[in-house]
């Protein structure tokens, strides 16, 4: 009897075969790779955008209310002018901003004295102890906000042209007529605030441009707040 034996044939993968492979599985790799790259980067800036504009809209809220609390009409201060602002006309930053104000520390009722803010490198500052007449941006200290690229704040009656130049500010109001202590009539204006900060995450997708159009290397949001003074004094 004769026995006959099946021989069987084993065949594997050729070299090309699996150079194929391994740059296929490499492709779909990176493809996952910079798509888990990009969403987590996308994360982290939402994350960052969320917590700077917590942060911006709290120190807007921060300086309109002090803001409000000017003294309009005030007499006996060295300059005449309850509100100064070195950039009222124009595109220009507000980089120094004092006004006049109650101030009650002490225990002395009625006694005038400035805030002060300034604009130092990207830190938004404060002073808001000052004594009575002795108070300027020099003296604002006291960091607020980091991340700040620009600072304005507009006096609405006076400042009107230049306010073109900004992307989605409010239209400026008209002045407040109200009466002094004397029963005199006072125009009281109206201030438009504007605070715009850098989201510091390093995300490059969409239009990166500032409040005033131009290209920028980071992202940017900004806010505005407009109020009116409301103390009137002789």
Request: charged share 15%.
């Amino acid at each position: 009897m004769i026995e006959k034996r099946l021989k069987t044939q084993e065949s594997g993968f050729t070299l090309i075969e699996l150079m194929v492979s391994m740059a296929m599985a490499l492709i779909i790799m990176a493809g996952l790779f910079i798509s888990f790259s990009t969403q987590n980067t996308e994360y982290s800036y939402q994350n960052r955008r969320i917590d700077s504009a917590q942060d911006l809209e709290f120190t807007l809220k921060f300086v309109a209310e002090d803001l409000r609390s000017t003294l309009t009409s005030l007499s006996g201060a060295p300059t005449g002018n309850p509100v100064e602002n070195a950039a009222f006309a124009g595109a220009g930053a507000t980089t120094g901003l004092t006004f006049w104000v109650w101030d009650e520390a002490n225990g002395v009722v009625n006694n005038r004295a400035q805030r002060a803010y300034a604009l130092v490198g990207n830190s938004l500052r404060y002073d808001r102890e000052a004594s009575v007449f002795n108070s300027a941006p020099g003296n604002a200290n006291n960091e607020i906000l980091d991340n700040v690229t620009f600072f304005k704040v507009f006096r609405d009656d006076t400042d009107v042209p230049s306010r073109a130049a900004f992307a989605d500010i409010p239209p400026p109001m008209v002045p407040l007529t109200v009466n002094d202590p004397a029963g005199n009539p006072v125009n009281v204006p109206g201030y438009t605030i504007l605070i715009e900060v850098a989201v510091p995450a390093g995300y490059t997708q969409g239009q990166m441009i500032d409040v005033l159009g131009n290209a920028t290397n980071n992202k940017r949001i900004w806010r505005y707040a407009q109020i009116y003074p409301m103390t009137v004094v002789n």
